[in-house]
């Protein structure tokens, strides 16, 4: 299959941030085969006009619990503490195989619908949500959480084993697959040695919650000494490449070993403050020589999955923290959203990017509309004002996901009663199992 855009707007996030306007690109089977100059020789087989559309790199959603999706407005206006031990994981207790499906599916759709092509999600029965990302079309770096403080943590290891040698690599290379001890406080040091030696076996990466709230790391400081960084790190974690959520509380001491690490950090905005855990040190993590990516982290802490939102959030938040307007400037945020994300998942040699021989992994927007206009500075656009609704068109591997802003490969209609009769059903099994359970 051939494919080309004509005549649009370029935001390439290559090493030079290059901006070609009025430009094509042409697409051979699942790669980019050119971009401006195209070969005389080259017959799309269709064409795909690009006028009013900015065409850039597709988004990576760096951290998130993608079936978490049925909890969306479930435990608002909470503290973390009272919102995960007292609400969440209650309600989690009692999801089943489907309920995972259902909200994975419910959050493809969202994913896609935003311009999100490329995902690293943290969840249970993770085979699941798998055939679900098979099924939709998109990149996914698909991860079983782990812990140990509630006597699951053997059988919870043997599952993100199996989960590795049954989907590391499938679906035509789109799904990679990860470990994800949850956190220092739900894994003991033993534990996170075993999946250490796991993760170095298979040669896979680490997906994990770090210095989210202040509770954590007093708690850890007075347990083990020793900062939630400082102890992974005496720990050898930091062995295998590691993308850590949140980094809300690192010190000078804790940013060197994190780019010592070469630990990325994935920032997730709006979720630290709706739940009133704090500002990351985003700018100064990065001045370090720290990798820093974003995400959204699950909607039941969100409430929804749209980096667009997250992007805005992030350099606004820097602005203010740092007393200081050109801080993280909107160049900065849009490679969080992209080429960054994809090194955080050691995938930039294949996306993150439109360059020649990349995977054709992009999104295009709709700038004709009053929002996006006047347009004197494209990057600013798309940080500051451009939304989620503005994405038209999503590709992956070359296949077109969404298309003039209707879902190609899930049945949206259906999907939403799905959602909702599921939704019901794991209510009903938790109030009826958990009569204490606060229902809303």
């Known amino acids: 299959m051939k494919l080309l855009i004509r005549q649009a707007t370029l935001v390439t996030v290559n090493e030079k941030d290059e901006v070609l306007e009025q430009a094509d690109l042409a697409i051979v089977d699942d790669k980019i085969a050119a971009i401006g100059e195209i070969p005389e020789d080259f017959v799309p087989d269709r064409i795909l006009e690009g006028q009013d559309r900015i065409v850039l790199p597709g988004l990576i959603n760096s951290h998130t619990h993608l079936s978490m999706t049925l909890m969306r407005n479930y435990a608002d206006d909470l503290d973390f503490w009272p919102w995960l031990m007292e609400r969440i994981k209650p309600l989690e207790d009692h999801l089943t195989l489907e309920d995972v499906r259902i909200g994975a599916r419910l959050g493809l759709a969202e994913l896609i619908g935003g311009g999100t092509t490329c995902f690293h999600d943290m969840y249970f029965h993770m085979d699941q949500v798998a055939e679900e990302v098979e099924a939709a079309g998109l990149r996914a770096c698909l991860c079983e959480t782990l812990f140990d403080n509630a006597g699951q943590g053997e059988q919870m290891l043997r599952d993100a084993v199996e989960l590795h040698r049954n989907w590391d690599g499938q679906a035509e290379g789109r799904i990679s697959v990860a470990m994800a001890p949850h956190s220092i406080y739900l894994c003991s040091p033993g534990y996170l040695h075993e999946i250490l030696q796991e993760s170095s076996r298979l040669q896979c990466g680490w997906h994990t919650h770090l210095c989210e709230t202040v509770q954590e790391v007093e708690n850890c400081r007075q347990q083990h000494g020793k900062t939630p960084v400082q102890l992974l790190a005496d720990l050898d974690c930091f062995e295998v490449p590691v993308v850590a959520a949140h980094g809300i509380y690192v010190d000078e001491q804790d940013q060197r070993l994190l780019r010592e690490g070469k630990v990325s950090i994935a920032h997730n905005p709006s979720s630290n403050l709706k739940l009133a855990n704090g500002i990351a040190p985003i700018q100064s993590l990065m001045h370090q020589g720290v990798n820093v990516c974003l995400g959204t982290d699950g909607a039941a802490s969100n409430n929804n999955l749209n980096l667009f939102e997250e992007m805005h959030m992030a350099a606004l938040l820097q602005k203010w923290r740092n007393h200081d307007a050109k801080a993280l400037p909107a160049s900065e945020v849009l490679r969080m959203a992209t080429i960054r994300g994809a090194q955080a998942l050691g995938l930039d040699h294949q996306i993150g990017s439109l360059e020649v021989g990349k995977?054709?992994?992009?999104?295009?927007?709709?700038?004709?509309?009053?929002?996006?206009?006047?347009?004197?500075?494209?990057?600013?656009?798309?940080?500051?004002?451009?939304?989620?609704?503005?994405?038209?068109?999503?590709?992956?591997?070359?296949?077109?996901?969404?298309?003039?802003?209707?879902?190609?490969?899930?049945?949206?209609?259906?999907?939403?009663?799905?959602?909702?009769?599921?939704?019901?059903?794991?209510?009903?099994?938790?109030?009826?199992?958990?009569?204490?359970?606060?229902?809303?």
């Not at 038209?392 to 190609?408: A, F, P, R």
Request: net charge negative; glycine share 2%; hydrophobic share 40%.
């Open 359 to 440: 995977q054709a992994d992009l999104i295009m927007i709709n700038t004709s509309q009053p929002h996006l206009a006047p347009r004197h500075d494209l990057i600013a656009l798309l940080v500051y004002s451009a939304q989620a609704s503005d994405v038209c068109t999503v590709m992956v591997n070359g296949k077109i996901l969404l298309e003039d802003h209707v879902l190609q490969t899930l049945d949206q209609s259906s999907l939403l009663e799905q959602a909702s009769q599921q939704t019901q059903q794991l209510l009903q099994r938790a109030k009826a199992h958990k009569p204490k359970l606060t229902l809303p």
